[in-house]
Nanobody, 123 residues
Framework: QVQLKESGGGLVQAGDSLRLSCEGS?????MGWFRQAPGKEREVVAA????????RYADSVKDQFTISRDNAKNMVYLQMNSLKPEDTAVYYC???????????????????WGQGTQVTVSS
């Protein structure tokens, strides 16, 4: 099990950028970022593999968000550019329990979750 802590959320205006960080208590394998807006299901935003650094994005954020990682620091990041009001949500990072190749897009693929960080984009 790994403890995850997100940071970097806040209130911004449309068009601004934010970088979210997710710090793990120990080694991180494949990771994902999810978000949940009020009244909506939690949805995947981006995923990154544990070894090769391969990435995958939801269509709604492709070319807008970038996921990256620093394995030496047990950190995963989500760079969010050109933010829109519809990006408003609580953002969660999630971790796989052990090594596996590839990226993962389903909530059930992840064992550990952070507490979330709020991102609010005003118009």
């Amino acid at each position: 099990q790994v403890q995850l802590k997100e940071s970097g959320g806040g209130l911004v205006q449309a068009g601004d950028s934010l970088r979210l960080s997710c710090e793990g208590s120990n080694r991180l394998y494949a990771m994902g970022w999810f978000r949940q807006a009020p009244g909506k299901e939690r949805e995947v935003v981006a995923a990154i593999s544990g070894s090769s650094g391969a990435t995958r994005y939801a269509d709604s954020v492709k070319d807008q968000f970038t996921i990256s990682r620093d394995n030496a620091k047990n950190m995963v990041y989500l760079q969010m550019n050109s933010l829109k009001p519809e990006d408003t949500a609580v953002y969660y990072c999630a971790a796989r329990l052990s090594f596996s190749t590839g990226t993962f897009f389903r909530r059930e693929d992840y064992a550990d979750w952070g507490q979330g960080t709020q991102v609010t984009v005003s118009s």
